[in-house]
């Protein structure tokens, strides 16, 4: 088993900045892959971005390519993801997930574990 813990959001003003932090435990080293996505109300959860353990591919939406930066600590376990440059429509409910399969996906039902979600909100 595999426990996802994040944090870091927060109501911030369009045009902020955030990290959110994921830190994993349990069963670590069978992760390969880590991503982020959102689920805004009403709406699909989302692909934002992922990274491979392993070599440290990383791949974004094309929502957030060039605001938002995924990485990793394999000492600690824990991946971030930084927003910046906020808008309104990042509001959303922010889940990491871990992926034991090789490979990477943007595909929400390629992941094993997840994360209870934390909360973004970007005001005007």
């Known amino acids: 088993q595999v426990r996802l813990v994040e944090s870091g959001g927060r109501l911030v003003q369009a045009g902020g900045s955030l990290r959110l932090s994921c830190a994993a435990s349990?069963?670590?080293?069978?992760?390969?892959?880590m991503g982020w996505f959102r689920q805004a109300p009403g709406k699909e959860r989302e692909f934002v971005a992922a990274?491979?353990?392993?070599?440290?591919?990383?791949y974004y939406a094309d929502s957030v390519k060039g605001r938002f930066t995924i990485s990793g600590d394999n000492a600690k376990n824990t991946v971030y993801l930084q927003m910046n440059s906020l808008k309104l429509e990042d509001t959303a409910l922010y889940y990491c997930a871990a992926r034991i399969p090789s490979g990477w996906s943007t595909n929400k039902d390629r992941y094993d574990y997840w994360g209870q979600g934390t909360q973004v909100t970007v005001s005007s």
């Open positions: 349990g069963r670590t080293f069978s992760i390969n892959s």
């Open positions: 990274i491979i353990w392993s070599g440290g591919s990383i």
